[in-house]
């Protein structure tokens, strides 16, 4: 939320990433940017690849977006990179609107019964 206070809507995506960078490391908050995920098919690890804008404490997947509108297709961006990195917990940040947008993702893990 500081980064959208400081910096309001109307940036490129890339200019809220950098801050909340910064903001991360000012707030002493884990993290690792631009992380690539490699994915897997029936066995056999494919070149096609996702990068994620933050992964944060090792377990919390963070996508950011600068846009008018969220749609389904930026929901399911974060549910697939939660099935690519195996994570439970992914945060969908929209700086592009006026208030600051967020939607939290939880992939449980299906159990499989004996």
């Given at each position: 939320?500081?980064?959208?206070?400081?910096?309001?809507?109307?940036?490129?995506?890339?200019?809220?990433?950098?801050?909340?960078?910064?903001?991360?490391?000012?707030?002493?908050?884990?993290?690792?940017?631009?992380?690539?995920?490699?994915?897997?098919?029936?066995?056999?690890?494919?070149?096609?690849?996702?990068?994620?804008?933050?992964?944060?404490?090792?377990?919390v997947v963070v996508e950011l977006k600068a846009l008018v509108r969220l749609s389904g297709t930026e929901e399911?961006?974060?549910?697939?990179?939660?099935?690519?990195?195996g994570y439970e917990v992914g945060l969908l940040v929209n700086f592009g609107t006026r208030s600051l947008e967020?939607?939290?993702?939880?992939?449980?893990?299906?159990?499989?019964?004996?």
């Amino acid at each position: 939320m500081e980064v959208h206070r400081q910096l309001g809507c109307g940036f490129l995506e890339p200019v809220y990433q950098e801050a909340l960078g910064i903001e991360f490391s000012n707030q002493g908050i884990p993290f690792r940017r631009e992380v690539k995920l490699t994915l897997d098919y029936k066995g056999h690890r494919m070149e096609a690849k996702y990068c994620v804008d933050f992964i944060c404490f090792e377990s919390v997947v963070v996508e950011l977006k600068a846009l008018v509108r969220l749609s389904g297709t930026e929901e399911a961006q974060v549910i697939n990179y939660l099935k690519a990195t195996g994570y439970e917990v992914g945060l969908l940040v929209n700086f592009g609107t006026r208030s600051l947008e967020h939607r939290r993702f939880v992939l449980t893990k299906s159990v499989k019964s004996v």
